[in-house]
């Protein structure tokens, strides 16, 4: 028998049983490891060292899973496109909850491990291209130092999937700080039953807000703390021009992660309005939204918490509304700060707004490469024909008369904006070429591509393939869900 070094609890599985089915994950027929992250496991402490590579990827698949383990799928509700839907885990299993060396409790979610309760007529397995897409996009966030869910690993199943055509079946490990979602709150105030919120609201603030239990009024603490976290992400996001493409309310965690890599993409060419999603016929989820959605996502989760708010509701209502309005500032205050230091500085006030602005316009109207330009920025006189204009030359003079007034030193400043403005990204057409090729059983594209973005902040040769802009006939102007 398998010997795992390792316990996996459940403790979400204390919670109300509405919230969960436990169930175990549908065996696949002929597993093999497609890729596993090594440096992950050792950072979190998943010690598989004593499993043979055939018993590691039994576990990665869920053939096989550590003695006295208990899975459970997640039930939660979401608007989609703001539309109002019950959903659930149609196609992820928790296997349960993982204590790091550092104490942090982190859940261990497959996904594509067979059918659920919520699964909706889906056959609950996922295909071997959208796993390495979320393996790809998740790594290069955290790369990046951007609040993620992780890959632990991708199996392929030996199975087929159907879709609108034949596809290879994978598995996909992801660890993440938690499951909540702010759909888990819709779903729970659902139930009209304030225990059954109640109970969700204290698990989750134990897990990820500690700070809160000793506040008078944890219900405004919490909604407090999530507009800051989520300001926080998004402004990440922006900075270095991340596209989630799918950005519904059960997409939210509550741990602060990114989460859910399906229609993602980087933006090439800066456009605000720039859209991916094949479904996002609107552009309800372009890039310049991102910030006013977050609202939106946290004005659902504050619904959902108002019946344990004491008081008479018009009051209630008004103090949870004047709350809900101050993300706009808390995000522009952020969002000012990371855009200066994309620029070298250190002590942003409202009075650089419009040198960040006039740039942004700058690169909008001569289609300027959005990772590129910044990261040109850095090498103190950017060259060539794009940066000859007169437009540009006088912005340029501008921004190096306001470095000038700055305490430190210029090199200071150059340091500051190479350790935020990256050299590689994952882009969207080197994305797919490798998508294709793992596809077909080639995976080598893969690995280059990861250890290309392994260190996004360092210049090297090896990267050279991976910076230029598609050209014309590699642009990928849609990206899909996956599902």
Not at 61 to 87: D, K, R, V, W
Not at 223 to 238: C, K, N, S
Not at 279 to 308: K, T
Request: proline letters at 5%.
């Amino acid at each position: 028998m398998t010997k795992f070094s390792f316990h996996l609890e459940s403790t979400y599985a204390e919670l109300p049983e509405v919230f969960f089915s436990k169930l175990s994950p549908t065996p696949v027929n002929q597993p093999e490891m497609v890729i596993f992250n090594q440096s992950l496991a050792d950072q979190v402490g998943l010690n598989l060292g004593k499993l043979s590579i055939e018993e590691r990827t039994k576990f990665l698949c869920g053939n096989q899973l550590p003695h006295g383990t208990e899975p459970f799928a997640q039930a939660y509700a979401g608007h989609q496109f703001s539309n109002f839907t019950i959903l659930g885990d149609g196609r992820a299993i928790v296997m349960g909850e993982h204590l790091t060396p550092s104490g942090q409790r982190i859940d261990l979610q497959l996904k594509g491990s067979g059918r659920t309760p919520y699964s909706r007529g889906g056959d609950g397995r996922a295909a071997l291209g959208p796993m390495l897409r979320e393996y790809i996009i998740s790594e290069a966030m955290h790369a990046l130092g951007i609040p993620t869910t992780r890959s632990l690993a991708v199996v392929s199943t030996g199975e087929k999937v159907f879709r609108e055509t034949e596809l290879s079946g994978a598995v996909l490990t992801r660890i993440a700080g938690s499951h909540i979602r702010v759909g888990t709150f819709e779903f729970a105030s659902l139930q009209q039953d304030k225990r059954i919120t109640e109970a969700l609201l204290d698990y989750m603030i134990d897990r990820h807000f500690p700070e809160i239990k000793g506040k008078e009024n944890k219900v405004l603490a919490v909604i407090e703390a999530v507009i800051d976290q989520q300001a926080a992400l998004i402004t990440h996001w922006m900075r270095v021009g991340f596209i989630h493409g799918v950005m519904n309310t059960d997409n939210m965690a509550l741990s602060g992660e990114t989460i859910d890599y399906g229609p993602c993409a980087f933006m090439d060419t800066f456009a605000p309005d720039t859209v991916f999603s094949s479904i996002d016929h609107r552009g309800r989820y372009a890039y310049a939204n991102q910030p006013y959605i977050a609202q939106w996502n946290i004005a659902r989760l504050a619904e959902s918490l108002l019946p344990l708010i004491d008081g008479k509701r018009e009051e209630v209502i008004a103090t949870v509304e004047d709350l809900l309005n101050s993300f706009e500032q808390v995000y522009k205050s952020k969002w000012l700060t990371m855009m200066g230091s994309k620029l070298g500085l250190t002590e942003v006030s409202i009075k650089d707004e419009k040198l960040i602005t006039d740039l942004l316009d700058w690169m909008h109207n001569n289609s300027a490469d959005f990772t590129n330009t910044f990261r040109d920025l850095c090498k103190k006189l950017p060259g060539g024909e794009l940066y000859e204009s007169e437009t540009f030359q006088n912005w340029f003079a501008r921004w190096q008369n306001r470095l000038k007034k700055e305490k430190q030193e210029l090199e200071t400043s150059y340091v500051l904006m190479r350790s935020l403005n990256p050299a590689v990204i994952p882009r969207n057409h080197k994305v797919e070429e490798a998508l294709q090729a793992g596809e077909k059983g080639d995976f080598e594209p893969l690995y280059a591509l990861l250890h290309a973005i392994e260190k996004p902040y360092q210049d090297g040769e090896h990267l050279l393939p991976y910076q230029s802009p598609p050209r014309p006939e590699e642009k990928v102007l849609q990206t899909f869900c996956g599902t």
